[in-house]
C-alpha cells in the first residue's frame, strides 16, 4: 500500500478547521489544510463572536465551559485583532416568569463553578442605562466574552501554518472518502485521516449526515461607543434559539470595541439563499427595539446572513464517522461554533492520537446519531 502525503486533511477553514489544525500541528503531526475561498469564511465571517456557556443540555454546558476556559487561557496570547473582551453576558429578564429561569441558571452554573450575579432592577438599570425601564431584573455572568471570529481563525491557522501544516485556498473539495480528497480540478491528495469540517456543508461531502442550513441576520451599527457594555440577551432567546423547527427572533445585542453595536438574532430554516430577509430583519430589529428602545435613532452600516450547522440533537459531531473510518467529523456547531472551536479542536486530537480527553466525548460522537435516530 502507498504511503499516504498527510497524516491529516483537513477540510474547510472557518474556525472549527483553523482550530482543528492548530492542535493537530502542536501534537505533531503531518497536516494539511483545503478551503475554497479564505480563512475564516463561512459562518465564521457571519457569526457574532459570543464566547459563551449554555446550559441546554449538560453536555452543551461541558463543551461551552471547556472552550471557554481554553480561550481564557489563550487570551494573552491573541493579537489585538481578535479584539477578545471579557464583557459578560447579562441575559436579560422581562417579568417573574423569566426571573425563575434566572434562578434555575444561576444554581445550575453555580454548582458548575461558573460565577454569576443575579440583577435587581436597579442594578440591572445601573449597569446598563439604555435598557427599556421595568425590566424584572437578569443574571450577569461575567466570564463570558466576545471576539472577532474571522481574525481568531486566520490567528490559528497561522499558528499551524509556522508549525508546518501546508494550507490550500482556492479550489473547492468534491469528494472525499477511503483516505483520498479530491478537488473540484480533479486533482488528488491522500491522508490517513480526513476530517470534514465544512461547517453547514458537510453534508455535500459526507452524504448522510444529519445537518440542516439555519440561516441568521446580522446588523452592525455605526459608532456609539459608551451604549452598551455586555452582551445583552433575552432569555426568550432559550426558547427560540432551542425550535428546531419554526422561525424566530431574539434580543441579542453585543458591545464592539471599536463602540459598534452588534445587533442579532434571527433562525430560519429552509432559506437557502444568502440575501436578507426583510421581513426577519424587521422582526429583528423591533425585537432589539423593544429591549433598546435608543437603537430607533442609530444608523446601521451593515447588514448579512450566514448559515449555521444544525443537528437534530443541537449537538455537534465530533468524532470518526461510521461510514469510512478514514474520515473524522468536526461540524455540526449551531450558533456555538466560534466558542466551542477549541474544545473542539481538542477532543478530535484527543481521538485521533488516543490521548485521554479532559470531558467526556460521547455525546458529541457521530456514532450516537443512528442510535438516537432509531428512536425517534
Ligand atoms: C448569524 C450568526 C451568529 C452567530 N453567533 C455566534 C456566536 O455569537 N457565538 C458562537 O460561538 N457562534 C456563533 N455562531 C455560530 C458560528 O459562527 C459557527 O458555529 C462557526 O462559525 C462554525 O465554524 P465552522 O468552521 O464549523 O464552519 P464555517 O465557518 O462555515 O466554515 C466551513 C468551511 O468549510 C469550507 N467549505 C465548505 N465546503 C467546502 C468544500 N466543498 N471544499 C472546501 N471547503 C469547503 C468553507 O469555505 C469554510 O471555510 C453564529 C452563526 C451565525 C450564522
Known sequence: MSKAAYDVLIVGTGIVGAACANELSRRGLNLAIIGQELVGDGATAAGMGHIVVMDDSDAQFALTRYSQQLWHELRSELPDDVEYEQ?????????????????RKRDYYGEHGVPTEVLDPKTLQGLEPNLRPGMA???LVPEDGV?????????????????????????????????????ADGKEISAQIIVNAAGASAADLTPGLEIKKRKGHLVITDRYPGFLRHQLVELGYLKSAHSVSSDSVAFNVQPRRTG?????????????HKQVDSFMLVRMLQRAQEYLPGLARMSTVRTWTGFRAATPDKLPLIGPWTGDKSIFLATGHEGLGITTSLGTARILADQITGTKPEIPVEPY?????????AHA
Request: proline share 5%.
Open 260 to 272: 459598534q453595536i452588534l445587533i442579532g438574532s434571527s433562525r430560519q430554516y429552509g432559506a437557502e
Open 147 to 183: 471576539l472577532y471570529p474571522p481574525c481568531a481563525a486566520r490567528f490559528l491557522m497561522e499558528r499551524a501554518q509556522a508549525r508546518g501544516a501546508k494550507l490550500h485556498l482556492g479550489v473547492p473539495v468534491a469528494k472525499i472518502g477511503q483516505g483520498q480528497v479530491r478537488l
Open 87 to 103: 464583557c459578560g453576558t447579562i441575559w436579560v429578564a422581562a417579568d417573574e416568569d423569566e426571573m425563575i429561569e434566572v434562578r
Open 137 to 139: 431584573g437578569g443574571l
Open 365 to 373: 460522537l457521530p456514532s450516537r446519531t443512528a442510535k438516537e435516530y
